[in-house]
């Protein structure tokens, strides 16, 4: 927790890291900052994976961990879904990031459900109010839609159907946040949003990942990271700070939380948080002299 905001984080379940034993290291190492729970990730990039997936939330569950499991519409029968969520229940999991997914690739399954709140209203109907559930926001846009007015209707669609609180994409304008915010308010959604925040590491691979997802990276921030590229220390130093600075302005306006995607690693994540908190112990001193 910082400054009484909840932080959490996300993994996604590698067979390979939860086998060798780096996702474990990994958990132990985010859970000292005391989150308010992990996420489990399913079905990523279009990719099943349906075992790994539940062995990694089983693992937290035994660790006496809070963890929230994602559901996707892809890649499970209905009455797959049906068991699963039976098997989360017997587990006693009962938070949940339902989203709609990536079409899986090269896979023919059956796809019961084409939009998030399908899926929402058919876990309302067979638990009832048994789950706490998460939603997809997107301050930016959401790949397939043209406006991101368009994007507020959908997520009223998906909280009329039972959802209880949205996560966003990760972002790094933060004045798209507060736009999208103001959006909310006047279309009366009220739930909790909180935001998504991704640590930045490998610059290469997060240009390519936020292409795929429609993610934007401010032009300055592309400029000063490029100018980087020679001076690691430099870079590490500027990432940091970048990152440090968005979390710092979002906890100055209250959210609910800052949910960080660490791609199951630690250094940049842990050098925003421990900033994060020297910057924190540092203005409670000043403010006690």
């Known amino acids: 927790m910082l400054n009484n905001t909840k932080i959490s984080f996300e993994l996604f379940p590698s067979p390979l890291?939860?086998?060798?034993?780096?996702?474990?290291?990994?958990?132990?190492?985010?859970?000292?900052?005391?989150?308010?729970?992990?996420?489990?990730?399913?079905?990523?990039?279009?990719?099943?994976?349906?075992?790994?997936?539940?062995?990694?939330?089983?693992?937290?569950?035994?660790?006496?961990?809070?963890?929230?499991?994602?559901?996707?519409?892809?890649?499970?029968?209905?009455?797959?879904?049906?068991?699963?969520?039976?098997?989360?229940?017997?587990?006693?999991?009962?938070?949940?990031?339902?989203?709609?997914?990536?079409q899986p690739e090269g896979e023919h399954t059956e796809v019961s459900f084409n939009y998030a709140y399908q899926l929402i209203s058919y876990i309302r109907e067979i638990s009832g109010d048994y789950f706490d559930i998460t939603i997809a926001a997107y301050p930016e846009f959401y790949p397939e839609s043209k406006a991101i007015e368009e994007d507020v209707l959908?997520?009223?669609?998906?909280?009329?159907?039972?959802?209880?609180?949205?996560?966003?994409?990760?972002?790094?304008?933060?004045?798209?946040?507060?736009?999208?915010?103001?959006?909310?308010?006047?279309?009366d959604i009220n739930i909790p949003i909180i935001p998504g925040v991704m640590p930045i590491s490998n610059y290469e691979k997060l240009k390519k990942f936020s292409k795929i997802c429609d993610a934007d990276i401010p032009q300055w921030l592309d400029k000063r990271l490029s100018a980087y590229a020679d001076?690691?220390?430099?870079?590490?130093?500027?990432?940091?700070?970048?990152?440090?600075?968005?979390?710092?302005?979002?906890?100055?306006?209250?959210?609910?939380?800052?949910?960080?995607?660490?791609?199951?690693?630690?250094?940049?994540?842990?050098?925003?948080?421990?900033?994060?908190?020297l910057n924190q112990t540092n203005n409670t001193q000043q403010a006690k002299v």
């Open 231 to 277: 001076d690691p220390v430099s870079y590490r130093e500027f990432c940091t700070d970048v990152v440090s600075k968005l979390c710092e302005d979002l906890i100055a306006q209250g959210v609910p939380g800052i949910h960080f995607y660490i791609l199951n690693q630690t250094t940049s994540a842990s050098a925003v948080l421990d900033n994060l908190r």
């Open 154 to 187: 959908n997520l009223k669609q998906k909280i009329e159907a039972g959802a209880d609180r949205a996560i966003t994409q990760y972002f790094y304008n933060i004045d798209a946040f507060y736009y999208f915010m103001d959006l909310c308010q006047k279309n």
């Open 17 to 102: 890291q939860l086998q060798n034993g780096k996702l474990g290291s990994v958990i132990d190492h985010f859970n000292q900052y005391e989150p308010d729970f992990f996420s489990v990730t399913f079905g990523a990039g279009g990719s099943s994976s349906y075992v790994s997936s539940l062995e990694l939330v089983k693992h937290l569950v035994e660790k006496g961990i809070e963890v929230t499991a994602h559901i996707t519409c892809f890649h499970l029968t209905k009455k797959q879904i049906f068991d699963r969520l039976q098997q989360y229940i017997s587990l006693g999991v009962n938070k949940l990031v339902v989203i709609r997914g990536d």
